[in-house]
């Protein structure tokens, strides 16, 4: 009974530290989403990692335990964060790269930060350049509309339907299942917003290395 109950304890540990891993990636996500917010378009993230099991953001159980209600608040985290970044314009491609030594840590949790942005995730080999390159070539010779909507500003949902008028050959439409409405900026948003844009835009002219 001790060995089970020492091994169980370190069980818990193991979750718990890697629960913190994935959280410390989701606020360093939010983070990257909120400073480079002034800058409008299409953004793309190629995120190399050993991935992280879905079951650490599980839903508690019946009975909740300190462990499950740990997975709720990254469950709840990672839908923010990844909610955010869709109304950003972000795309986030995965590199599993536990995969390329045949096993490791369980990577589905890539399959969620891909799939809710719409890129994929890279699996399996050794060449994920290749895996990578692929991807982002579907979006190499593109064009990218957008339109003027007239919706609340509060954030919600709102179904999408694009067609073709005329069909032409080796034409391949994509477009997402719908956008996510603005939310209304609070004035130290709007603040943050523009000191933000003067800093991109003093990197992006001052000569020289920085880091």
Same mark, same amino acid.
């Given at each position: 009974?001790?060995?089970?109950?020492?091994?169980?304890?370190?069980?818990? @540990?193991?979750?718990?530290?890697?629960?913190?891993?994935?959280?410390?990636?989701?606020?360093?996500?939010? %983070?990257?989403?909120?400073?480079?917010?002034?800058?409008?378009?299409?953004?793309?993230?190629?995120?190399?990692?050993?991935?992280?099991?879905?079951?650490?953001? %599980?839903?508690?159980?019946?009975?909740?335990?300190?462990?499950?209600?740990?997975?709720?608040?990254?469950?709840?985290?990672?839908?923010?964060?990844?909610?955010?970044?869709?109304?950003?314009?972000?795309?986030?491609?995965?590199?599993?790269?536990?995969?390329?030594?045949?096993?490791?840590?369980?990577?589905?949790?890539?399959?969620?930060?891909?799939?809710?942005?719409?890129?994929?995730?890279?699996?399996?080999?050794?060449?994920?350049?290749?895996?990578?390159?692929?991807?982002?070539?579907?979006?190499?010779?593109?064009?990218?509309?957008?339109?003027?909507? @007239?919706?609340?500003? @509060?954030?919600?949902?709102?179904?999408?339907?694009?067609?073709?008028?005329?069909?032409?050959?080796?034409?391949?439409?994509?477009?997402?299942?719908?956008?996510?409405?603005?939310?209304?900026?609070?004035?130290?948003?709007?603040?943050?917003? %523009?000191?933000?844009?003067?800093?991109?835009?003093?990197?992006?002219?001052?000569?020289?290395?920085?880091?």
């Amino acid at each position: 009974e001790a060995l089970s109950d020492a091994a169980q304890v370190e069980k818990n @540990d193991i979750e718990t530290r890697r629960r913190d891993h994935v959280m410390a990636m989701a606020e360093s996500l939010a %983070a990257l989403g909120e400073y480079l917010r002034p800058i409008e378009g299409r953004k793309y993230l190629n995120l190399f990692s050993e991935g992280f099991s879905s079951t650490l953001a %599980a839903r508690p159980t019946q009975s909740p335990t300190e462990a499950n209600l740990g997975g709720t608040s990254l469950l709840s985290k990672l839908e923010d964060v990844l909610g955010a970044l869709r109304r950003q314009g972000w795309v986030i491609n995965a590199a599993n790269l536990a995969s390329t030594r045949g096993g490791g840590l369980n990577g589905d949790g890539l399959f969620i930060l891909a799939d809710k942005t719409g890129g994929v995730v890279v699996e399996g080999g050794n060449d994920l350049a290749q895996g990578l390159g692929q991807a982002l070539r579907r979006s190499a010779h593109s064009y990218l509309l957008t339109v003027q909507v @007239d919706v609340p500003p @509060d954030g919600s949902y709102h179904p999408l339907e694009v067609r073709l008028r005329k069909p032409a050959r080796n034409t391949r439409l994509v477009h997402r299942g719908g956008y996510f409405a603005p939310k209304a900026a609070t004035a130290t948003q709007q603040k943050k917003s %523009a000191e933000h844009l003067a800093d991109a835009a003093r990197l992006a002219s001052e000569a020289g290395d920085r880091n």
